[in-house]
């Protein structure tokens, strides 16, 4: 049995089914592939990523804030007590409903759905393996397979005691004691849940410091707030073994730079070091699509080495972002209709969904320096924001770093309460090619948030007004 389409698409992840949307909009005749052993579309973004995450960070943010912040705010309820069976239902039901609203979003585009695997078997040609196995023909092919956990040697996940962020979704009681090996985005956010819900929280990095990625200023307060909160650090550190045992595992510890050696005991174990692109069993060999050394595909503005495939999202290089794979999909889709299409991934935000949130786009401090760039810093504290000190959320601040001679935006940085939200409008100004003035002087309405990046850009120039 074989089918023609003018587009294929292999996952429904952000990547692949934002790029099914797109061509089913622009009047391409569409496919889309997934393999998931749930048969639910959506990647790991909406199944066991993003969605489920923020999920459990929402509830645990409101649990600990109902225990501390309450009376302080005259509100009293008693001690709360925890359900974790209940929260990680929410989780669940959030879940269902936005892979339903994917298989909706294909039914309302006229894009044909495949559950199996996608396996290329030539130019223009994919077999796709489930319940049947089926042969289509495509004038493009479109990889949109997404990542996986990067595991650590010596350190074997069993998803039970040692566990995966899909894993540290689902445990089915608050550890006394958990370990996070990494300290980046996932490992934060995910210890985190845990720490609010009760879990003492221990966070090994192998780096000096954590978010190595992100601004350095605010990397270092970013600490010192998640320290105050409780979370423990041992930076410069790497685990070198795990021993699971009955009741706890046994992990070995020692200074990244070599030294003598320590044992820690942990109830759970969250192996959070990164993610790593997914090709398995696509037929990449098969059909000669090049892959660089750490696996992923390589592309020229989405175009692999073989005529008619493309590829985007994690499995290709670049910011590893579920909206950064759904800007990849519309431009993709767009260059195989015939219309321009590309994404500035100095422009892509980048986001923390701790309490509180930490965002960035652009440029750090650190990144123009080693690039010999002459700029300007306008900073604001949240502690000076009306609506930040009236609501007790101090925490933080805005930074704002622009051209010295022309005063284009080069990077905004946000520790703060909503920092996700906020950063749309730095990232907006970017996109235009905007000045850090045009932030400065544009009304922002009082008392927000948002007045603090307003602030920030207003020091650029040395005006600010409020603190």
């Keep these: 049995m074989s089918e023609s389409f003018d587009v294929v698409i292999i996952g429904a992840g952000p990547g692949g089914y934002n790029a099914a949307i797109r061509a089913g909009q622009l009047g391409l005749k569409a496919a889309i592939i997934e393999k998931r052993e749930t048969k639910k579309l959506g ?9 489920p995450s923020k999920a459990l960070l929402h509830a645990s943010e409101l649990f600990e804030s109902a225990n501390k912040d309450f009376p302080m705010l005259g509100i009293k309820t008693g001690k709360v007590a925890l359900d974790l069976e209940a929260m990680l239902k929410q989780k669940d039901d959030a879940v269902e409903g936005l892979t339903k609203g994917v ?4 039914k309302k585009n006229k894009v044909e759905t495949f559950l199996g695997a996608g396996e290329i078997i030539a130019p223009g040609k994919v077999r ?38 899909t894993g540290a979704l689902s445990l089915p009681a608050v550890p006394k004691h958990m370990v996070v090996i990494g300290g980046g985005v ?20 192998f780096l000096d410091r954590i978010l190595p990625t992100m601004d350095g200023e605010v990397s270092k307060q970013f600490q010192r707030i998640l320290k105050k909160q409780g979370v423990e650090f041992k930076l410069s550190s790497k685990v070198t073994g795990a021993e699971t045992l009955k009741t706890k595992v046994k992990l070995s510890i020692e200074p990244s730079a070599g030294g003598d050696a320590e044992t820690i005991d942990a109830d759970a174990v969250l192996v959070a070091i990164g993610r790593r692109p997914y090709t398995e069993g ?10 660089d050394g750490r696996g992923f595909i390589e592309t020229d503005h989405f175009r692999t080495n073989i005529d008619g495939v493309w590829a985007i999202g994690d499995c290709t290089t670049g910011p590893m972002l579920a909206h ?9 889709i767009e260059l195989i209709a015939g219309k321009p299409g590309h994404v500035d991934y100095n422009n892509v935000p980048n986001i923390v969904y701790t309490y509180p949130e930490v965002a960035s786009v652009g440029k750090t401090e650190e990144e123009l320096k080693d690039a010999g760039v002459d700029y300007k810093v306008g900073k604001f504290p949240f502690a000076a924001n009306s609506r930040a000190k009236t609501n007790h959320q101090t925490d933080g601040f805005v930074k704002i770093l622009a051209d010295a001679t022309t005063d284009r935006l080069l990077g905004c940085h946000i520790i703060g309460v909503e920092a996700g939200e906020l950063i749309a409008e730095a990232v907006s100004v970017m996109e235009f090619g905007g000045a850090s003035e045009d932030i400065a002087r544009t009304c922002h309405g009082h008392p927000t948030r948002s007045e603090a990046v307003r602030q920030a850009a207003m020091g650029v120039e040395g005006w600010t007004m409020q603190a």
Excluded: Q, Y
């Design 103 to 106: 298989e909706f979003l294909m």
């Design 43 to 51: 990647g790991t973004c909406l199944n066991v990523g993003c969605i």
């Design 128 to 165: 796709v393996t489930g319940d049947r196995t089926t042969e289509l023909s495509a004038k493009h092919i479109v990889i949109a397979t997404g990542s996986e956990v990067t595991p650590l040697p010596g350190v074997e996940i069993d998803e039970e005691k040692i566990v995966s962020s």
């Design 186 to 205: 996932i490992g934060l956010e995910l210890g985190s849940v845990w720490r609010r819900l009760g879990a003492k929280v221990t966070v090994v990095e």
């Design 282 to 291: 696509l037929g990449l060999e098969t059909v000669g699509i090049k892959t």
């Design 324 to 332: 950064k794979a759904e800007e990849d999909a519309v431009a993709c």
